[in-house]
């Protein structure tokens, strides 16, 4: 919080809270002097300037330490002016009571003989609240200061770790993908040209929503099926997949980007597929989230964990929606459950 908020933040409970401090500090004395109630008024009025000019002078003095560098972290002696002459200001509206009431009454009734320090003390009461009250909001504004800038730390944090987790994306496929090329030229040139324009298309598709955290479901959907159809060009009937998305799901919800790609390479990746036991990648829409499954086909050598495409996931599900993708695996089926977002910035945490 800047300086000059504070400082018009102080102003408006400078006006606010003067006429009652007024009124607190002027009652007892009418009580025990037993003035007449009809100068009431006028004296509240008197006390209650005294009490601006002691917050006026409070707010210069946090302004000249705020701002000038020879009082900058000089503390003591801002409270130290503040006390003096907060208490030469209450000094002299109490003699401007006493010239009043003597113009009014017979009696001395504000002759404070028997109690001269009582003006002094009054003052020094006055100003001690008025720096607690002033304190509180600076300190609350402090913090308040402190939460936002957190905050917007927090978020610069979250969105360079969530373009971290992005870029750990490309390179692993792209390596998988000149590793599938290199195999195909070899065995089917024709297939490799296939795949290589797939691919062209893919990346082309893929760097342009690179930029985002999350894309419309029809977005995302489209390059799954690219992915999806090079990778059949390599396995033919080895593999099978099947969609079964609403178009109204696809058009109005929100998904990170990579998300049902990378879902679908972890797929590939984890099993064995041939002609004859084929991996068949479902993926499909229910109760608001998209669930991608498919048959386990083992391979000999079983790897012990989704790898880093799951755990990659998994970190930037969190970071975009706050909450958990569903990752369910039995002896015949794994599975994995994401949440549709409803637009591109609700969800977002930062």
């Known amino acids: 919080m800047k300086p000059d908020s504070n400082i018009n933040r102080l102003f408006k409970i400078a006006i606010y809270t003067s006429p009652l401090i007024g009124i607190l500090a002027i009652t007892p004395i009418f009580i025990h002097k037993a003035v007449s109630v009809s100068i009431f008024p006028k004296a509240v009025l008197i006390i209650t300037l005294a009490t601006l000019s002691v917050w006026w002078l409070n707010i210069f003095l946090f302004y000249v330490s705020e701002n000038i560098k020879a009082f900058k972290y000089s503390r003591v002696l801002r409270y130290i002016l503040s006390y003096v002459i907060s208490v030469i200001i209450i000094i002299a509206a109490m003699r401007m009571l006493r010239l009043c009431f003597y113009s009014q009454l017979d009696i001395p009734a504000m002759n404070f003989r028997h109690a001269p320090f009582a003006p002094s003390v009054l003052g020094l009461s006055i100003n001690t609240v008025i720096l607690i009250i002033q304190d509180l909001i600076l300190i609350r504004g402090k913090q308040t200061e402190i939460e936002i800038e957190n905050a917007r730390l927090k978020l610069k944090n979250t969105e360079a770790l969530n373009q971290q987790l992005k870029q750990q994306i490309h390179p692993h496929f792209l390596f998988n993908s000149l590793n599938t090329l290199k195999s195909l030229i070899n065995k089917s040139p ?161």
């Open 190 to 350: 024709e297939a490799a040209e296939d795949y290589l324009v797939k691919l062209s298309d893919f990346l082309r598709i893929s760097i342009s929503a690179g930029e985002e955290n999350v894309v419309r479901g029809s977005g995302e959907l489209k390059l799954c099926l690219d992915y999806l159809e090079m990778q059949k060009i390599r396995y033919a009937g080895a593999l099978q997949f099947s969609i079964d998305i609403p178009d109204e799901q696809l058009g109005s919800g929100f998904i990170p980007v990579f998300s049902l790609q990378l879902l679908a390479e972890n797929a590939i990746k984890h099993n064995a597929l041939t002609n004859e036991t084929p991996l068949k990648i479902k993926i499909r829409y229910e109760d608001g989230r998209i669930i991608v499954s498919n048959n386990i086909r083992k391979k000999l050598i079983s790897e012990s964990s989704p790898g880093l495409g799951l755990i990659n996931l998994a970190e930037r599900y969190n970071i975009l929606s706050g909450d958990e993708i569903i990752i369910r695996n039995s002896e015949d089926q794994f599975s994995v459950s994401i949440k549709i977002l409803t637009d591109e910035n609700s969800n977002y945490r930062g």
